[in-house]
């Protein structure tokens, strides 16, 4: 499905799927997605949302004060704060488990699987797939031949898709806009 | 990680909900580790009892924690 997307697009992906991780979340959901359009903060996407004042701090802000939809932490589940809190740094140890055993290596084990999916593959939800089908739709219709952080934005701007469409509905981002702003001279790809 | 002063004192807290989900999430990992070296020893034709010994545990307990999984 990720080889039509561009560099960047793959890389807000990947946030997206650490932001999931480290909010403990059972599905990367639109607003994870969203969040990792701000994080990649060098994109189309970001440079869009930016300029409407659409940071990681303004979407984490408005998702707190809509409250929580992540289950709360399972005990059971290897905890990177926990393990922080004795001195273990997860991040490290995964670095230094991936040299000598590969990539993914630690989310492979029957340990970690059967515990719980926060350190391994976090499976997209119903809301965030339809996000990630509509910016390949959008990049089709715009004629472009990759998918990229714009795209995935505009993907995230129809109905239905999760909790990020309200949330940069209420901040001035609509689709229309985005479209249009898109269409300007010297809006890039990336 | 958070600075170290968070983490200093996170680790010296009293707060159980801390302190046991601290050792829960080492128990994990310790699991996950464990499980990769013993099927990369496995894969370099260690023996089970090779295997126990350098986890200082019995051959049996080992072998029946990891012999439908791995081999």
Known sequence: MFERFTEPARRVV?????????????????EHLLLGLCRATDTRAATLLAARGVTRAVVEADLGAAGPTERPDQPDLPDKAAL????????????????????????????????????????????????????LREAIRRGDRSIGTEHVLLGMLHSETGRAM????????????????????????? | MADATAVAAAASSRDPATGLAAVASLRT???????????????????????????????????????????
């Open chain 1, 166 to 190: 309200p949330l940069l509905a209420a901040r001035g981002v609509t689709l229309e806009r985005m479209r249009a702003a898109l269409d300007e001279p010297g809006a890039a790809s990336g």
């Open chain 1, 84 to 135: 922080a809190s004795v001195g273990i740094d997860l991040d490290e140890v995964r670095e230094r488990v991936e040299d000598a055993f590969g990539p993914g290596a630690l989310e492979s084990t029957r340990a970690a699987g059967s515990r719980g999916r926060r350190w391994g593959h976090i499976p997209f939800d119903r809301a965030a797939k339809k996000v990630l089908e509509l910016a």
């Open chain 1, 14 to 30: 990947v946030l997206a799927q650490q932001d999931a991780r480290e909010r403990a979340a059972d599905r990367i959901r639109s």
């Open chain 2, 29 to 71: 990992l310790l699991e996950s580790l464990e499980e990769l070296q013993v099927r990369n020893a496995r894969d370099q034709g260690w023996s089970w009892q090779q295997i126990a010994a350098g986890l200082s545990v019995s051959r049996q307990a080992v072998h029946k924690k990891y012999r439908r999984h791995i081999d």
